[in-house]
């Protein structure tokens, strides 16, 4: 399977990108995992609906040409489906199954998707209704992919 993550905007703090690299190197067992980080927009702090918009449409645009052509796409969104950890490798053992090797999941920036982006979605998906700072949802998405990994293989993973 190959997983590609796309995300606005650098981690900056060493601790995010320690962890991220951490969940990288446990993946490369099961899967070529890789994250494509794609240029946030600059934006005032009180910026217009419009310029918000179009902010988001920007953004939408990058998340879009740095997807794996043909995949499936998953978009983090607040409206998202749930899944338990165990729903959730299931349902990437049957995408798996259906022959769907390629997965982009896509997290956006501090304002959101463009609404392109989550019409291209096949899933949109939800951690949380809580709001989560991106740079610790990029390291959740990756744990969770790792435990989907575990758990579609049958070994142990702490509780």
Excluded at 6 to 11: D, P, Q
């Amino acid at each position: 399977m190959q997983v590609r993550l796309v995300a606005v905007g650098k981690l900056k703090e060493k601790y995010w990108q320690d962890a991220v690299s951490e969940y990288l190197k446990r993946l490369r067992v099961y899967a070529k995992v890789e994250v494509v980080e794609v240029e946030e927009e600059k934006c005032p702090e009180n910026l217009s609906a419009a310029l918000a918009d179009r902010v988001r449409e920007r953004e939408g645009e990058r998340l879009l040409r740095a997807a794996l052509p043909g995949s499936f796409v998953i978009a983090l969104h607040l409206q998202g489906r749930e899944y338990t950890s165990e729903e959730f490798a299931g349902f990437l053992r049957d995408l798996s199954l259906r022959g769907k090797s390629q997965l982009s999941f896509i997290i956006g920036g501090s304002l959101g998707l463009a609404p392109e982006v989550l019409a291209r979605a096949d899933l949109q998906l939800v951690f949380s209704r809580f709001t989560f700072p991106h740079q610790l949802i990029r390291v959740v998405l990756l744990e969770q992919v790792y435990r989907a990994f575990k758990i579609m293989h049958n070994e142990p993973y702490h509780k």
